[in-house]
């Protein structure tokens, strides 16, 4: 044995056994912990268990191992300190000049459906973040190691240069409280959740790397995409890539967009988005119906765009999808004749999500310059609405259709919105206009004659009756928005007026 000693005690027991037999070989004296120690023992390598470092027993089954003098001492001592030096030397302690410690599964743990509170608390790691810790704080002389994948970097410097290098050290303890933050904040999380805890004074989140991208929203910004920890398996972040190139900061925007849609439905939809908004929505009897109305709603726009699609591709769709260019396919999956039509553009994205997985629940969160802005999602739908009809003539069950249509899709459109549909596609979208009839002239303007015998959809009240006049000039026969302006009764009579019905929600649904 060596003079030198390193502490291993690790749950992802990866390439442990390599790692610690390489460290023999270099001259290390091996410490090691229950699991870890059998393992090692088990494939012949010399190890001493930490009791007999400690001179103290295991207790409280497991609770209490590490958390001793002998090894704390060992990990925050200065190597050029003299008086840490003589009083380690005092107390029998010997330096332990490397750590390899991962963390109990907590992660693991309460991701299963059957965990219970006490499976979550007796996996959150006391002794593990402590050595971590302590090792990192201490990185001028100790290098500690969290993650397998550093393994062979740590090998190769000992064998190259007799110690691991001082920069390298520095890089291993900033991934370490890296980690060791990321493991607090999931457990400061679950804990808040458990006592329903809706605005901490401290909000802990923590995200992983998915991929580093290219670029942000433009070539001269630098971005990365991170990923939710136990985050929603119906998401991008989730995603499976089938075919294609990389995805783009811009792409994950809009394609998180097309699927915050294409979730409000539950008959086949097709969703087209350009820029955070839609550009076109269809419904039909087969996926194909709704896709190629998605697509007569705008198929100007659509050139670009992202597709998310709440059926199976089959090759019907497949086809006509591959006439146009498209950015990104979004769907649950793709049928073998489909992936052969589509994969033959070969920049073509394919992305596979698990529509039966979909979940409610996270927080919404906006950064700003210097803070953090945290909202729930917009869950409300006309079923929790409180439903008014004001005027005269209430809707036709054709209107009624098409309004609640109209209405799914404009809560997902930029505000100030207006959304013209008929009962199975969009006609024409006007999205953040700095004034309602504005956004409602683009949205006429763009339904053209079709408006005639349409339905109007606004995501907020309006101010005064302009807009009424604006679409019922245009043949809109219903309209649908929140009401709570202290003018309704002006657009109440202009509908009359026209004898336009119009429904009240008592809901608005800005989107910013």
């Known amino acids: 044995m060596g003079n030198k000693r390193a502490l291993i005690s690790v749950s992802n027991k990866e390439n442990i056994v390599e790692f610690a037999k390489q460290l023999a070989e270099l ?113 001028e002389y100790v290098t500690v190691v969290v993650d397998p994948a550093d393994y062979e970097t740590v090998l190769s410097e000992l064998r190259n240069f007799g110690e691991v290098q001082k920069e390298t050290r520095r890089k291993l303890a900033a991934k370490v409280f890296r980690h060791t933050a990321a493991y607090d904040a999931l457990i400061a999380e679950y804990m808040t959740e458990l006592v329903e805890e809706k605005t901490p004074e401290k909000l802990t989140v923590t995200y992983e790397l998915k991929q580093p991208l290219r670029y942000g929203e433009n070539p001269h910004q630098k971005a990365a995409f991170y990923r939710k920890p136990l985050g929603s398996k119906f998401s991008i972040a989730n995603a499976d890539q089938l075919h294609g190139k990389e995805l783009s900061y811009n792409n994950i925007n809009d394609a998180d967009a097309a699927l915050q849609i294409v979730k409000e439905f539950t008959e086949p939809t097709a969703v087209a988005v350009k820029h955070m908004n839609p550009c076109g929505v269809g419904t039909g009897e087969t996926i194909y119906d709704a896709f190629t109305k998605a697509f007569e709603a705008d198929p100007v726009s659509i050139f670009g765009g992202i597709i998310a699609l709440n059926r199976e591709v089959d090759a019907e769709t497949a086809k006509k999808l591959h006439e146009i260019f498209l950015e990104i396919i979004i769907a649950p999956s793709f049928s073998t004749e489909a992936l052969e039509i589509l994969t033959s553009k070969k920049n073509l994205r394919l992305l596979t999500i698990p529509f039966d997985e979909q979940q409610s629940g996270e927080l919404k969160l906006t950064s700003i310059e210097g803070g953090l802005l945290v909202q729930e999602q917009d869950a409300f739908t006309l079923e929790n609405a409180s439903i008014s009809v004001p005027t005269k003539r209430e809707p036709t069950e054709e209107e009624w259709k098409a309004l609640k249509f109209g209405w799914k899709v404009v809560k997902h459109v930029k505000s100030n919105a207006i959304v013209v549909a008929g009962k199975d596609m969009t006609l024409g979208i006007g999205a953040g206009q700095m004034n309602r009839v504005g956004a409602a002239k683009i949205a006429l303007e763009q339904a053209g004659e079709k408006a005639n015998g349409a339905v109007l959809a606004s995501d907020a009240f309006f101010p005064m009756d302009d807009t009424v006049e604006a679409a019922a000039k245009a043949g809109i026969t219903a309209i649908i928005q929140p009401g709570g302006s202290i003018r309704d009764e002006d657009s109440i009579k202009k509908a009359d007026e026209y004898g336009i019905a119009m429904v009240f929600t008592g809901v608005r649904h800005f989107k910013h």
Not at 44 to 59: A, Q, W, Y
Not at 70 to 79: C, N, T, V
Not at 126 to 133: D, E
């Open 27 to 139: 001259g290390f004296e091996i410490i090691s912990t229950g699991g870890t120690k059998k393992v090692l023992q088990e494939n012949k390598i010399p190890v001493i268990g930490i009791s007999d470092v400690t001179d103290f027993p295991e207790i409280l089954e497991g609770r209490v191992k590490t958390l001793h003098p002998r090894i704390h001492g060992a990990l925050l001592a200065k190597f050029d300190n003299k008086d840490h030096q003589q009083q380690i030397a005092y107390h029998q302690i010997k330096p332990i000049q490397l750590v390899c410690v991962n963390l109990y599964p907590f992660q693991e743990t309460i991701a299963k459906p059957e965990a219970t509170v006490e499976d979550a608390i007796e996996n959150i790691d006391i002794g593990g973040p402590t050595m971590l810790r302590a090792s990192a704080k201490n990185h």
